[in-house]
Protein backbone atom coordinates (compact mmCIF):
# COMPACT_ATOMS: atom_id res chain seq x y z
CA UNK A 1 0.00 0.00 0.00
CA UNK A 2 3.04 1.96 0.57
CA UNK A 3 3.81 1.63 -2.70
CA UNK A 4 2.94 3.41 -6.62
CA UNK A 5 1.40 1.55 -9.35
CA UNK A 6 3.24 1.99 -12.48
CA UNK A 7 -0.09 4.22 -13.45
CA UNK A 8 0.29 6.35 -10.37
CA UNK A 9 4.05 7.08 -11.02
CA UNK A 10 3.75 7.85 -14.62
CA UNK A 11 0.67 10.00 -13.43
CA UNK A 12 3.06 11.78 -10.77
CA UNK A 13 6.41 11.90 -12.47
CA UNK A 14 4.73 13.66 -15.31
CA UNK A 15 2.86 16.38 -12.78
CA UNK A 16 6.34 17.18 -11.29
CA UNK A 17 7.66 17.45 -14.87
CA UNK A 18 5.47 20.62 -15.61
CA UNK A 19 6.12 22.29 -12.09
CA UNK A 20 10.02 23.69 -12.18
CA UNK A 21 10.17 23.75 -8.26
CA UNK A 22 10.17 19.81 -8.55
CA UNK A 23 12.81 19.89 -10.80
CA UNK A 24 16.38 18.00 -10.41
CA UNK A 25 18.57 20.53 -8.92
CA UNK A 26 20.97 20.50 -11.30
CA UNK A 27 18.62 21.58 -14.39
CA UNK A 28 16.93 24.52 -11.66
CA UNK A 29 20.77 25.35 -11.08
CA UNK A 30 21.85 25.66 -14.63
CA UNK A 31 21.46 29.76 -15.27
CA UNK A 32 23.46 29.66 -11.94
CA UNK A 33 26.14 27.25 -13.52
CA UNK A 34 26.72 29.65 -16.35
CA UNK A 35 26.64 32.58 -14.37
CA UNK A 36 29.54 31.08 -12.26
CA UNK A 37 31.53 30.40 -15.25
CA UNK A 38 31.25 34.23 -16.68
CA UNK A 39 32.54 35.46 -12.91
CA UNK A 40 35.77 33.40 -13.79
CA UNK A 41 35.73 34.28 -16.73
CA UNK A 42 36.44 37.59 -15.36
CA UNK A 43 38.85 36.86 -13.01
CA UNK A 44 36.09 36.03 -9.82
CA UNK A 45 36.96 32.88 -10.04
CA UNK A 46 35.97 31.46 -6.21
CA UNK A 47 35.32 34.91 -4.73
CA UNK A 48 31.93 33.43 -3.53
CA UNK A 49 33.54 31.31 -1.48
CA UNK A 50 35.09 34.13 0.98
CA UNK A 51 31.82 35.05 2.04
CA UNK A 52 31.91 33.71 5.13
CA UNK A 53 35.41 33.91 6.40
CA UNK A 54 34.20 32.04 9.69
CA UNK A 55 32.59 28.81 7.95
CA UNK A 56 35.12 26.30 5.50
CA UNK A 57 34.26 26.92 2.28
CA UNK A 58 32.00 30.02 3.03
CA UNK A 59 29.09 27.13 4.21
CA UNK A 60 28.95 24.86 0.85
CA UNK A 61 26.03 22.37 0.63
CA UNK A 62 26.61 19.80 3.08
CA UNK A 63 28.98 21.20 4.73
CA UNK A 64 28.23 20.68 8.54
CA UNK A 65 25.60 21.98 10.59
CA UNK A 66 27.54 20.86 14.01
CA UNK A 67 30.02 23.99 13.82
CA UNK A 68 27.87 27.17 13.67
CA UNK A 69 25.27 25.93 15.91
CA UNK A 70 27.20 24.73 18.71
CA UNK A 71 29.10 28.54 18.52
CA UNK A 72 25.82 29.96 18.39
CA UNK A 73 24.40 28.36 21.91
CA UNK A 74 27.38 28.78 23.28
CA UNK A 75 27.01 32.31 22.84
CA UNK A 76 23.86 33.22 22.45
CA UNK A 77 21.52 30.55 23.69
CA UNK A 78 18.39 32.58 23.94
CA UNK A 79 18.84 32.67 20.04
CA UNK A 80 19.33 28.95 19.76
CA UNK A 81 17.17 25.56 20.02
CA UNK A 82 19.32 23.35 22.46
CA UNK A 83 21.67 20.77 20.29
CA UNK A 84 23.63 18.11 21.12
CA UNK A 85 26.36 17.16 18.60
CA UNK A 86 26.58 12.85 18.63
CA UNK A 87 29.06 10.73 17.19
CA UNK A 88 27.09 7.49 16.72
CA UNK A 89 30.68 5.96 14.75
CA UNK A 90 32.31 6.57 18.02
CA UNK A 91 29.59 6.00 20.70
CA UNK A 92 29.33 2.58 21.91
CA UNK A 93 25.50 3.89 23.34
CA UNK A 94 24.56 6.96 22.02
CA UNK A 95 21.11 6.77 23.30
CA UNK A 96 22.70 7.10 26.68
CA UNK A 97 24.31 10.38 25.63
CA UNK A 98 21.08 11.44 24.30
CA UNK A 99 19.21 10.86 26.94
CA UNK A 100 21.30 12.07 29.68
CA UNK A 101 21.40 15.41 27.62
CA UNK A 102 17.64 15.62 27.44
CA UNK A 103 17.59 14.99 31.57
CA UNK A 104 20.09 17.95 32.01
CA UNK A 105 17.82 20.26 29.87
CA UNK A 106 14.79 19.12 31.40
CA UNK A 107 14.08 18.28 27.65
CA UNK A 108 11.61 15.60 26.90
CA UNK A 109 10.16 13.92 23.37
CA UNK A 110 9.58 14.29 20.62
CA UNK A 111 13.24 15.22 19.36
CA UNK A 112 14.85 16.01 15.73
CA UNK A 113 17.57 14.37 15.12
CA UNK A 114 19.27 14.45 11.87
CA UNK A 115 23.01 14.19 10.07
CA UNK A 116 25.36 16.55 10.71
CA UNK A 117 26.14 17.05 6.80
CA UNK A 118 23.23 16.75 4.59
CA UNK A 119 21.00 19.56 3.17
CA UNK A 120 17.27 19.79 1.93
CA UNK A 121 15.73 18.00 4.96
CA UNK A 122 17.79 14.32 4.31
CA UNK A 123 17.75 12.15 7.26
CA UNK A 124 15.62 14.78 9.30
CA UNK A 125 13.15 13.00 11.78
CA UNK A 126 10.89 13.68 14.42
CA UNK A 127 11.80 11.13 17.14
CA UNK A 128 8.84 10.53 19.83
CA UNK A 129 10.30 8.15 21.95
CA UNK A 130 13.77 6.15 22.57
CA UNK A 131 12.59 3.33 20.63
CA UNK A 132 12.56 5.36 17.65
CA UNK A 133 15.39 7.02 18.70
CA UNK A 134 17.79 3.71 18.81
CA UNK A 135 16.04 2.71 15.16
CA UNK A 136 17.61 6.13 14.01
CA UNK A 137 21.32 5.38 15.33
CA UNK A 138 21.41 1.79 13.78
CA UNK A 139 20.13 3.25 10.47
CA UNK A 140 22.20 6.64 10.83
CA UNK A 141 25.71 5.22 11.97
CA UNK A 142 26.75 9.16 11.08
CA UNK A 143 27.69 12.34 13.22
CA UNK A 144 24.70 13.78 14.38
CA UNK A 145 22.88 16.13 15.93
CA UNK A 146 20.07 16.17 18.36
CA UNK A 147 18.01 19.23 19.00
CA UNK A 148 15.33 19.84 21.19
CA UNK A 149 11.52 20.20 19.22
CA UNK A 150 10.22 23.88 18.81
CA UNK A 151 6.72 24.42 19.05
CA UNK A 152 5.34 27.45 16.77
CA UNK A 153 5.49 28.84 13.45
CA UNK A 154 8.87 27.93 11.17
CA UNK A 155 10.58 30.03 9.13
CA UNK A 156 13.65 30.52 6.61
CA UNK A 157 15.36 34.53 7.05
CA UNK A 158 18.13 34.69 4.48
CA UNK A 159 20.10 37.30 6.23
CA UNK A 160 23.31 39.38 4.52
CA UNK A 161 25.89 41.83 5.54
CA UNK A 162 27.55 44.30 2.80
CA UNK A 163 31.24 44.25 3.96
CA UNK A 164 32.10 47.92 2.73
CA UNK A 165 29.79 49.37 4.99
CA UNK A 166 29.01 46.37 7.84
CA UNK A 167 25.13 47.28 7.21
CA UNK A 168 23.20 43.85 8.06
CA UNK A 169 19.70 43.37 6.37
CA UNK A 170 17.33 40.54 5.39
CA UNK A 171 16.85 39.84 1.90
CA UNK A 172 14.54 37.01 2.21
CA UNK A 173 11.97 36.04 5.02
CA UNK A 174 9.58 32.85 4.51
CA UNK A 175 7.33 31.22 6.42
CA UNK A 176 7.57 28.03 6.21
CA UNK A 177 3.90 26.15 6.51
CA UNK A 178 2.67 22.45 7.31
CA UNK A 179 -0.36 21.69 4.92
CA UNK A 180 -2.75 19.35 5.46
CA UNK A 181 -5.48 16.81 4.26
CA UNK A 182 -8.89 16.75 4.78
CA UNK A 183 -11.17 13.32 5.26
CA UNK A 184 -14.52 13.28 3.72
CA UNK A 185 -15.93 9.84 5.62
CA UNK A 186 -15.56 7.72 2.77
CA UNK A 187 -11.66 7.24 1.08
CA UNK A 188 -8.35 6.20 2.78
CA UNK A 189 -5.76 8.28 3.63
CA UNK A 190 -3.15 6.92 0.59
CA UNK A 191 -6.22 8.16 -1.89
CA UNK A 192 -6.90 11.43 -0.46
CA UNK A 193 -2.99 11.67 -0.28
CA UNK A 194 -2.78 10.58 -4.02
CA UNK A 195 -5.65 13.41 -5.10
CA UNK A 196 -4.45 16.07 -3.14
CA UNK A 197 -2.75 18.40 -5.79
CA UNK A 198 0.11 19.57 -3.37
CA UNK A 199 0.92 16.08 -1.42
CA UNK A 200 0.77 13.71 -4.93
CA UNK A 201 3.63 15.63 -5.81
CA UNK A 202 5.76 14.12 -2.58
CA UNK A 203 3.69 10.73 -2.78
CA UNK A 204 6.86 8.40 -2.84
CA UNK A 205 8.15 10.29 0.39
CA UNK A 206 4.66 10.78 2.09
CA UNK A 207 3.36 6.70 1.95
CA UNK A 208 6.57 6.51 3.31
CA UNK A 209 5.89 8.24 6.24
CA UNK A 210 2.67 7.62 6.87
CA UNK A 211 2.72 4.04 5.83
CA UNK A 212 0.79 2.45 9.12
CA UNK A 213 -2.02 5.01 8.53
CA UNK A 214 -2.65 4.46 5.01
CA UNK A 215 -5.96 2.36 5.19
CA UNK A 216 -7.29 5.13 7.70
CA UNK A 217 -10.92 6.40 6.52
CA UNK A 218 -10.57 9.73 7.76
CA UNK A 219 -14.13 11.36 8.80
CA UNK A 220 -15.83 14.09 7.34
CA UNK A 221 -13.64 17.49 7.42
CA UNK A 222 -11.14 15.97 9.63
CA UNK A 223 -7.29 17.07 9.09
CA UNK A 224 -4.43 15.32 8.82
CA UNK A 225 -1.04 17.34 8.83
CA UNK A 226 1.20 15.92 6.17
CA UNK A 227 4.46 17.24 7.43
CA UNK A 228 6.06 18.75 10.50
CA UNK A 229 8.84 19.75 9.35
CA UNK A 230 9.89 23.19 7.38
CA UNK A 231 11.51 21.40 3.95
CA UNK A 232 9.71 22.10 0.61
CA UNK A 233 11.09 18.86 -0.36
CA UNK A 234 9.16 16.56 1.95
CA UNK A 235 5.56 18.94 1.58
CA UNK A 236 6.08 21.90 3.44
CA UNK A 237 4.68 25.02 1.28
CA UNK A 238 6.81 28.38 1.81
CA UNK A 239 5.33 31.66 1.65
CA UNK A 240 6.79 35.02 1.37
CA UNK A 241 6.74 36.72 4.61
CA UNK A 242 8.41 39.95 3.96
CA UNK A 243 6.20 42.02 5.60
CA UNK A 244 7.39 40.79 8.99
CA UNK A 245 10.97 41.98 8.62
CA UNK A 246 11.78 44.33 11.45
CA UNK A 247 14.73 46.55 12.26
CA UNK A 248 14.69 44.41 16.19
CA UNK A 249 14.89 41.31 13.78
CA UNK A 250 17.37 42.48 11.92
CA UNK A 251 19.19 42.83 15.31
CA UNK A 252 18.43 39.41 16.63
CA UNK A 253 20.21 38.44 13.36
CA UNK A 254 23.48 40.51 13.16
CA UNK A 255 23.31 38.91 16.92
CA UNK A 256 23.30 35.58 16.19
CA UNK A 257 25.80 35.54 13.13
CA UNK A 258 28.17 37.70 15.50
CA UNK A 259 27.95 34.37 17.70
CA UNK A 260 28.47 32.40 15.03
CA UNK A 261 31.47 34.26 13.74
CA UNK A 262 32.58 35.12 10.19
CA UNK A 263 29.17 34.64 9.02
CA UNK A 264 28.13 37.30 6.96
CA UNK A 265 25.66 35.51 4.35
CA UNK A 266 23.19 32.91 4.75
CA UNK A 267 20.14 31.46 6.09
CA UNK A 268 18.79 30.51 9.24
CA UNK A 269 15.93 28.19 9.74
CA UNK A 270 13.85 29.24 12.82
CA UNK A 271 11.10 28.47 14.89
CA UNK A 272 9.32 31.77 16.83
CA UNK A 273 5.57 31.70 18.61
CA UNK A 274 4.07 33.43 15.98
CA UNK A 275 4.73 35.88 13.69
CA UNK A 276 4.83 39.13 16.52
CA UNK A 277 7.02 37.13 18.14
CA UNK A 278 9.52 36.71 15.48
CA UNK A 279 9.18 40.89 14.58
CA UNK A 280 10.53 41.25 17.88
CA UNK A 281 13.15 39.26 17.11
CA UNK A 282 12.39 36.17 19.73
CA UNK A 283 13.44 32.72 18.07
CA UNK A 284 14.81 29.84 18.01
CA UNK A 285 17.67 29.09 15.24
CA UNK A 286 17.56 25.44 14.21
CA UNK A 287 19.74 26.06 11.60
CA UNK A 288 22.53 27.98 9.89
CA UNK A 289 22.87 27.67 6.05
CA UNK A 290 26.03 29.21 4.51
CA UNK A 291 27.17 29.70 0.64
CA UNK A 292 24.23 27.09 -1.08
CA UNK A 293 21.25 28.23 1.19
CA UNK A 294 18.42 29.08 -1.01
CA UNK A 295 16.04 32.70 -0.36
CA UNK A 296 12.90 30.18 0.75
CA UNK A 297 10.41 32.96 -0.85
CA UNK A 298 11.50 32.08 -4.27
CA UNK A 299 8.74 28.30 -3.62
CA UNK A 300 6.72 30.50 -2.98
CA UNK A 301 3.09 29.34 -5.00
CA UNK A 302 2.62 30.70 -8.09
CA UNK A 303 6.31 32.39 -8.51
CA UNK A 304 6.73 31.75 -12.21
CA UNK A 305 10.15 30.15 -13.14
CA UNK A 306 11.99 33.50 -14.25
CA UNK A 307 11.04 35.07 -11.37
CA UNK A 308 12.72 32.60 -9.88
CA UNK A 309 15.76 32.47 -11.67
CA UNK A 310 15.77 36.27 -10.68
CA UNK A 311 16.24 35.94 -7.28
CA UNK A 312 18.50 33.37 -6.87
CA UNK A 313 20.64 35.01 -9.50
CA UNK A 314 20.47 38.09 -7.80
CA UNK A 315 21.91 35.94 -3.97
CA UNK A 316 24.53 35.05 -6.05
CA UNK A 317 25.47 38.14 -7.55
CA UNK A 318 25.92 39.30 -3.93
CA UNK A 319 27.97 36.48 -3.05
CA UNK A 320 30.33 36.95 -5.27
CA UNK A 321 30.55 40.29 -4.80
CA UNK A 322 30.80 41.01 -0.92
CA UNK A 323 33.30 37.35 -1.50
CA UNK A 324 35.36 39.54 -3.75
CA UNK A 325 35.51 42.97 -1.34
CA UNK A 326 36.64 40.30 1.32
CA UNK A 327 39.52 38.93 -0.52
CA UNK A 328 40.63 41.78 -1.17
CA UNK A 329 40.50 43.47 2.59
CA UNK A 330 41.44 39.82 3.81
CA UNK A 331 44.43 39.26 1.64
CA UNK A 332 43.29 35.84 0.95
CA UNK A 333 41.73 33.71 -1.59
CA UNK A 334 40.43 29.92 -1.95
CA UNK A 335 42.73 28.02 -4.20
CA UNK A 336 40.66 25.41 -6.51
CA UNK A 337 42.60 22.73 -4.90
CA UNK A 338 41.03 23.82 -1.59
CA UNK A 339 37.62 22.83 -2.80
CA UNK A 340 38.73 19.90 -4.62
CA UNK A 341 40.00 18.42 -1.14
CA UNK A 342 36.47 19.32 0.29
CA UNK A 343 34.18 18.11 -2.19
CA UNK A 344 36.24 14.65 -3.11
CA UNK A 345 35.12 11.43 -1.62
Not at 156 to 162: E, N, P, R, S, T
Request: hydrophobic share 40%; charged share 20%; glycine share 6%.
Amino acid sequence: MNKLSLTEAIKISFSRAIKWEYWPIWIFYLPIGLYAISQFLIGKGTACLMVNPGLPLAGMMGDDKAGPLLRLQKKAPDLCAPTLFINVQIEKNPIDSLEKWMKDNNLNYPIILKPDHGCRGMGVKNIKDSQQAIAYFKTHPVATLAQGYIEGQEFGIFYMVDPENQKPFIYSLAEKTFPYVYGDGKRNLRTILLSDTHAKHLARFLLQEHQSRLSDVLEKDQKFKIINLGTHSKGSIFVNAGQHITPDLTAACHRAATAVGGFNFGRYDVRAASAQALERGDFKVLEVNGLTAEAAHLYAPNTSLLTAWRILLQQWQYAYRFGKYNERILNKKVAFSDVYRAIRP
